[in-house]
């Protein structure tokens, strides 16, 4: 009853979009992946793409994301995920094509494919997991692995003269002249999900108006292999992570830029 004497129903303010499957998590707890996903899936709807989008998941934690995205999905070999991708769009301009991928896969073994992605311009959206950390293979150095930070393969701690220094990807990508968006966001605050919402949505604007390539990073927990508890991953995230990897955009091209 409302203070009028009427009788009130529930009102609905918060459901699983449609394209989010409604099936239990394989990821870890605290673990980003879920809310990336959410974010992803609410685009897609938002954007009503979902009988035309294609979506392509590498080796790395991404592999199953097709059991929790309801798409069409193709498989990639490790860090080749741009290259699948190129193809699909090439061979379906009218689909709209994104990448899921982790940092080991991105930044490491797919370095090639996703600068020369970026350089070609190619019309194609990525979201990119950065956890600092080679999650499901066991929590090996990563070329995001933070200074100092120990993980299976750097078990003093990543040292830069050894190992050199975490790459900024969102960025490096920023420099080139393909790349029509590049931003880097977190999820770890109501507010930061928001501002993540913002910059996916801008990621597929720049495609669905063919303007070209576009990035969103995500700076995400990993805490079974950080060797943290979930609320302990978040203030690393909070601190040390976002210090060396700012938030923010790094280029937007505007249409009057676009020739």
């Known amino acids: 009853m409302n203070h009028k004497g009427k009788e009130t129903f529930p009102r609905e303010v918060f459901s699983r979009p449609r394209s989010l499957i409604d099936v239990r998590s394989h990821y870890c707890p605290g673990c980003h992946h879920g809310i990336a996903h959410r974010i992803l899936a609410e685009t897609i709807d938002r954007f009503d793409v979902r009988e035309k989008t294609v979506g392509v998941a590498p080796v790395g934690c991404a592999v199953l994301m097709y059991d929790y995205i309801d798409v069409d999905f193709t498989e990639a070999p490790h860090g080749r995920a741009p290259a699948v991708a190129t193809g699909v769009k090439r061979a379906h301009p009218d689909r709209f094509v994104f ?129 943290m508890k979930p609320l302990d991953a978040q203030k690393r995230v909070l601190g040390e992570i976002s210090g060396y990897f700012p938030l923010g955009v790094y280029k937007e091209r505007k249409q009057a830029d676009f020739v």
């Open 99 to 227: 990448t899921y991928q982790g940092d080991g896969d991105l930044a490491a073994i797919g370095t090639s494919e996703i600068i020369h992605a970026a350089n070609r311009g190619e019309n194609i959206t990525v979201l990119f997991i950065n956890n600092t950390t080679y999650g499901m293979t066991g929590g090996q150095m990563a070329p995001t692995t933070m200074l100092g930070q120990k993980t299976a393969t750097s078990p003093y701690g990543r040292e830069f003269r050894n190992d050199g220094y975490p790459i900024k990807v969102a960025e490096l990508l920023a420099t080139i002249e393909g790349t029509a968006y590049s931003a880097r966001v977190a999820t770890s605050t109501p507010a930061q999900i928001r501002k993540a919402k913002e910059a996916v949505r801008k990621a597929f604007d720049m495609q669905i108006r063919e303007v070209g390539f576009s990035l969103v990073e995500f700076l995400s927990t990993c805490p079974t292999n950080w060797g």
